[in-house]
């Protein structure tokens, strides 16, 4: 009997050896077939004609929707009488174009009328009265901003918030601050913070906290330009153990397909989940939100209290957007180097270095630069503290993918990592080289940082 098995079992052995060699001789000699008809360029596609108009759905909701928040914003913290000012039928001194822009707002020059670009050229508009600041509302020319005025157009009645007020910016093309629209550029310049604390009535949001005003505004005030607290309102936790503020940087909205998990601490979900999750509860939008994590009072006390996860608008505006914001999103290509922004040679060791030595390829894949799969890392494998990792469902934080890293004028102004605790690049590299004992030399260092820059 055992003979027996043992023959079978060489001659399935040899069956299997044989096959293996097949398939590597039909590996060897195979081509790809050579008709690949190109499905979007057909006249009559239902494919392509979904893609086009998910696009164009995607771009208006991301640039111009409101998801109806300026029942939150206007009604209920009266942002609009802060920007109008006593003169126009607010209160107090009203907002300027310069101070507008002096808190980072952003304005659209392809909205702006020729003979007002003239006027304005000739120095012939007044950039410090509020009058100024409605008229660009009208126009809708300030970025992530909608002002609702009454029938005649005269009073500001109410002002709404959108995706790219703090996911877009501009060239600056025209002067700075003012430009041709960036859309998925964080606009790391926004002092959200200051722009919450001109409200008048913060009275909806210290209710929430359980805090006074004072202590409201000081929290908002410790932000600074280009940060903002996604998960205060759910956990309260406005400061870090070291009493700095807890805010992150605003992340960047492009080069966001294939990658899984999204925000800085990831474990929330994917772009869809955090869509929802913003519109719903940081932008105050009308719509629909689910997510029982949310009932932890433990880790989440704020939002459990106020039964953040299962919001149940009467009129829900989002939902019906979130697969055309999403397939936007998608969309958005990753920012190129201009050319001649780093050193190719140089680049080209770093490359070496980043998949082997560095051992940085391990976490950031390329060429996604972030693990396919569950991209999420514990504070002690990357070496840092748990803070922001344990505002998260999963207390982890997710393999930044590397993005437009040469740009840090703009969209990586303010630093690394998500609160830009590295200044430069370099300071990013060495942390590695001595967390993981990498032994990087200077030269090494140098040569990783002009991969980067290439990214
Ligand atoms: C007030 C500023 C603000 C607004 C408005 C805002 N976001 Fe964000 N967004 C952030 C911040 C801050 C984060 C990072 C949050 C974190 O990691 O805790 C973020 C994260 C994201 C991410 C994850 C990016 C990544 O790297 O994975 C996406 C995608 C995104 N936002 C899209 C949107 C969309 C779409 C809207 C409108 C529905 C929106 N955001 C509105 C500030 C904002
Ligand atoms: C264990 C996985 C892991 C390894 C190995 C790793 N990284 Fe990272 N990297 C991360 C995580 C996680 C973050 C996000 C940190 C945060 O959110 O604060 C990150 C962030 C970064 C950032 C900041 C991106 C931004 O948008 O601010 C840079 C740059 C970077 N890594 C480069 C490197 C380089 C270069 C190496 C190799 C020397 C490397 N990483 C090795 C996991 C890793």
Known sequence: MRTKWAVIFVG????????????????DNKSPTQNTNTLLLSADDPIGDNARKMLEDGQKAFRFDTFGDEAFWGDQLQLHKAIEGAKNGGVGP?????????????????????????????????????????????LNAVIGVTGF??????QLIEVGIQCSLCHSTVDDAFAPGIGHRLDGWPNRDLNVGAIIALAPNLKPVTDLLGVDEATLKKVLNSWGPGKFDAEVLLDGKALRPDG??????????????????HTWTGGWGGVTYWNAFVANLQMHGQGTFFDPRLDDAAQYPVAA??????????????????????????????????????????????????????????????????EPGWNLHTAAEIGIDAFQSDRGPDKRYRTAPLHA?????????????????FATLQDVVQHYSQFLKLGLTDKEIQELVEYLKSL
Request: proline letters at 7%.
């Open 12 to 27: 399935l052995l040899f069956l299997f050896a044989a096959g293996a060699a097949l398939v590597q001789v039909s590996a």
């Open 405 to 421: 890293l040469w740009s840090i004028d703009k969209i990586h102004k303010g630093g690394f990592y998500h609160d830009g605790r």
């Open 94 to 138: 009203g907002v300027s174009p310069k101070m507008a822009l002096s808190v980072g707002l952003k304005v659209d020059m392809d909205m702006l009328p020729a003979d007002l670009v003239a006027q304005v050229k000739a120095n012939k508009v007044d950039l410090d009265d509020p009058a100024t600041t409605l008229a660009l509302l009208k």
């Open 244 to 261: 700095k503020s807890a805010a992150t940087l605003l992340p960047s909205a492009f080069g966001l397909a294939g990658v899984n998990n």
């Open 149 to 154: 005025f009454d029938r005649e157009k005269k």
């Open 305 to 370: 209290k106020a039964k953040f996860g299962h919001k149940r608008d009467p009129n829900d505006l989002i939902t019906p957007q979130l697969a055309a914001l999403q397939f936007y999103q998608l969309a958005i290509p990753v920012p190129k180097p201009p050319s001649g922004s780093f050193d190719e040679a140089a680049a080209g060791q770093g490359e070496m270095l980043f998949n082997g030595k560095a051992k940085c390829a391990t976490c950031h894949v390329p060429p996604l630069f972030t």
